[in-house]
């Protein structure tokens, strides 16, 4: 009956993966040709695994990361996913300055890849140097590095992800714990507090004390935090703000590092300080993660159980390509080469978990689906080692076995034997990598919507919008007798709900328990299912915790403190409509208006925007103190364009003159996204739309001296098409277009 799930996968290959004039067929060559290309070290694939592994990536039941997808078979074949990259309290001179992180970053984002970044030893704002000037701070620099991921588009295919990170001992962890708070800035960037044991377990205690600040820059001891305490910067203060933020915006999340560094694989004498930007790696500076995914779905046997012969043997075949590609890779510089191939670090997770849940009949939120869960992580792990060992049996174990440092999941007493990977396994974000095998609940999520619509490019040039209905639901639909034209006349009526099932009528109970959408299942069972997982992964998990939008500020203190408790070692909490909020209520609905008359004289301001469209001029008339009429010229166009702004201006004059709030219409406008973007100051303008809001958002703070404006409504909605985003795997994408800031 529904064709739009294959329709969305081709979709997405011809805009995002396929060569010039290649073919699907051609595309699944291309890649299994480069995984499994003969390597200097010598590993070899036989024509029976090249075969396998061809049947396998073409059936959905394997997938590789999207920067292998998309440069596989190039002459710079870069393959890892995201770049841990140190950065330290020098401006030009050193190895590992800001300026090289610059330069190398943007190197990262031209092939398709993201970054993670540690800010902590950068010195804090206003602390001398020893230029005679005085220090920028970490947050300054975070803005540098966004900026140019802005500019610099990934790949020619997306945008770049970032991971900005700051130990909460750092002096200026107040302003970058707020650095995201009016959604303004940093778009591109996921900011996460580095938590330590010590802070936490003070919270968990309510112990309020002053913490004690980290001070590297010659105010104190030069090897850690110092003795006593400073002043203003209380455990309270800090974790109220903390949790603050994230019930408002999203951000930031935590990282556990003192978690990470307790339970993660490491080599003696050596720390983690850095995660990439979705946070499923933690990695030493300049290391890098290759990813490959099994579909777990695709490893059902008929009756819809677990074939676990089938899931140990694509598991061990993953880890020999990734093994092999991190010889075969190109690199955007040597020292991260000379990590890649210290550590070779790989990462083998999975997709389709729910999927797999809903054809055993399984509901996410249950016992039974974290021991099923548990039992496939766990297989996958154990084959992943045994493969590794095998491979340093032929091959010879990681340069840096010596120094091996096992994880939680060697337990006391266990043998430890050579192994050719630092860690091998993984769940990371994979939004567009689970539609190309096929899998409709991406990494461990549960399914975000039954049905929904989505907009797809046309090779005209428009866009049409379709149904897209789960094949699952479909399924299981006919399997209790229900009709195409039964389905077909539930699918608005799901659409219209939000994408859910459980309140419609029509609609069996049987299938209402296992068609649990994201935002059905109760926060801590999301939590569950991580801590579940969590010790069957040796590297991290990337997971968003769905919160609704009536939760409170306690119940994400209240998430927080129960991950770090379960011994998670991270975690983001995504409210439901969060990045909508605004600051300041706004004037009730009215359902009819007067047009007020205008004077003949009023006073007012022009604002000028230069933009790639042109010079953009904005008078904005004020009257009783308040925006009453808009005007809009835009310079260099053709008359197309001043038509579209002169009709702008009258609808917004019309919409002020009426008594519509100015805050409305502001609000109606900003986040409109188009070809071009511009600065404004230090605003983003993304389109003429969003610059006439931009603009009552001045003329309004000009005339009261108060902005009323909304301040936290910028990327609401998906700046590709304007669809509904939603947080995956810790990643915001758009349902309706596959737009992602931070697939893998």
Not at 29 to 37: G, M, P, S
Request: proline content about 4%.
């Amino acid at each position: 009956m529904d064709s739009s799930m294959e329709r969305m996968k081709n979709s997405l290959l011809a805009a995002r993966y396929l060569l010039p004039n290649e073919t699907i067929e051609e595309f699944n060559k291309r890649i299994i040709d480069f995984v499994t290309t003969p390597s200097d070290n010598g590993i070899k694939f036989s024509k029976d695994e090249k075969n396998d592994l061809t049947v396998l990536l073409t059936n959905g039941s394997i997938i590789f990361n999207s920067p292998l997808l998309m440069n596989a078979g190039k002459e710079q074949a870069l393959a890892s996913a995201c770049y841990v990259l140190p950065v330290i309290d020098s401006l030009v001179d050193d190895e590992g300055s800001i300026m090289d992180l610059q330069k190398l970053s943007a190197k990262i984002f031209k092939l398709g890849a993201g970054v993670g970044v540690d800010y902590s030893l950068l010195r804090p704002e206003g602390i001398n140097v020893n230029s005679g000037g005085t220090a920028s701070g970490p947050t300054s620099f975070m803005l540098l590095i966004d900026t140019l991921a802005e500019v610099v588009k990934s790949g020619g295919k997306r945008r770049a992800a970032i991971m900005s990170t700051l130990r909460i001992d750092h002096p200026d962890i107040e302003k970058f714990i707020n650095v995201k708070k009016n959604n303004k800035t940093m778009q591109n960037t996921n900011i996460s507090i580095m938590m330590t044991n010590n802070f936490m377990d003070k919270v968990v205690n309510d112990i309020d004390s002053n913490i004690d600040i980290l001070n590297l820059w010659g105010n104190g001891p030069t090897d850690g935090p110092t003795d006593g305490p400073t002043d203003g910067l209380s455990v309270k203060k800090l974790w109220d703000m903390i949790v603050d933020n994230a019930w408002t915006t999203g951000d930031p999340g935590l990282v556990f590092i003192d978690v990470i560094n307790n339970t993660t694989n490491g080599v003696t004498n050596q720390t983690y300080t850095g995660v990439n930007a979705c946070s499923e790696f933690s990695l030493y500076p300049y290391e890098s993660c290759l990813i490959g995914t099994i579909n777990v779905s695709k490893c059902l046997q008929p009756d819809n159980q677990i074939d676990y012969e089938k899931l140990n043997y694509v598991t061990g075949l993953l880890v020999k390509c990734l093994d092999n590609v991190i010889d075969i890779a190109w690199y955007p510089d040597t020292k991260i080469k000379q990590q890649a191939h210290k550590y070779r670090r790989v990462g083998v997770g999975i997709t389709g978990l729910g999927d797999t849940l809903i054809k055993m009949n399984v509901s996410y939120d249950t016992d039974k689906a974290l021991t099923i869960s548990k039992d496939i992580m766990s297989t996958i792990n154990k084959n992943a080692i045994e493969m590794s060992e095998e491979l340093a049996n032929t091959y010879g174990a990681f340069p840096q076995y010596s120094k091996f440092k096992p994880g939680s999941y060697y337990t006391p007493g266990s043998i430890v034997k050579p192994r050719r990977n630092l860690a091998v396994t993984v769940i990371a974000p994979t939004g567009s990598t689970s539609i190309l095998c096929g899998a409709e609940c991406s990494g461990i999520e549960p399914m975000y919507a039954v049905a929904y619509k989505r907009m797809m490019r046309l090779d005209t040039g428009g866009n049409t919008w379709f149904d897209v209905v789960s094949p699952l639901f479909i399924e299981k639909m006919k399997a209790l007798k229900f009709t195409d034209a039964d389905i077909k006349e539930l699918i608005p009526k799901i659409i219209a709900n939000n994408g859910s099932v459980q309140t419609l009528a029509g609609i069996p109970d049987s299938i209402k328990q296992i068609f649990k959408t994201a935002h059905e299942v109760e926060p801590i069972n999301h939590l569950k299912m991580v801590a579940n997982l969590q010790p069957y992964v040796e590297n991290a998990i990337s997971k968003t915790i769905n919160i609704p939008y009536t939760s409170t500020r306690d119940e994400v203190a209240s998430l927080y403190i129960k991950a770090w408790e379960m011994g998670c070692k991270g975690i983001t909490v995504f409210r439901d409509g969060c990045k909508n909020e605004q600051v300041y209520s706004t004037a009730v609905d009215v359902n009819t208006h007067t047009k007020e008359v205008r004077p003949d004289i009023l006073t007012g301001q022009t604002i000028r925007m230069s933009l790639p469209q042109g010079s953009l001029y904005i008078n904005v008339t004020i009257k009783d103190n308040k925006p009453f009429e808009l005007f809009a010229i835009l310079g260099k166009s053709g008359l197309d364009q001043h038509a579209y702004c002169e009709a702008m201006g009258r609808l917004i004059s019309l919409s002020l003159r009426s008594g519509i709030s100015v805050e409305r219409i502001s609000k109606s406008l900003k986040g409109i996204r188009g070809r071009d973007w511009g600065m404004w100051g230090e605003e983003y303008i993304w389109s003429v739309p969003h610059a006439l809001g931009i603009a009552l958002d001045y003329a309004v703070k000009n005339s009261t001296g108060i902005l009323k404006a909304p301040v936290k409504d910028v990327i609401q909605h998906c700046p590709e098409c304007g669809g509904k985003m939603v947080s995956d795997n810790g990643c915001m994408k758009c349902l309706a277009c596959e737009y992602s800031k931070c697939s893998s």
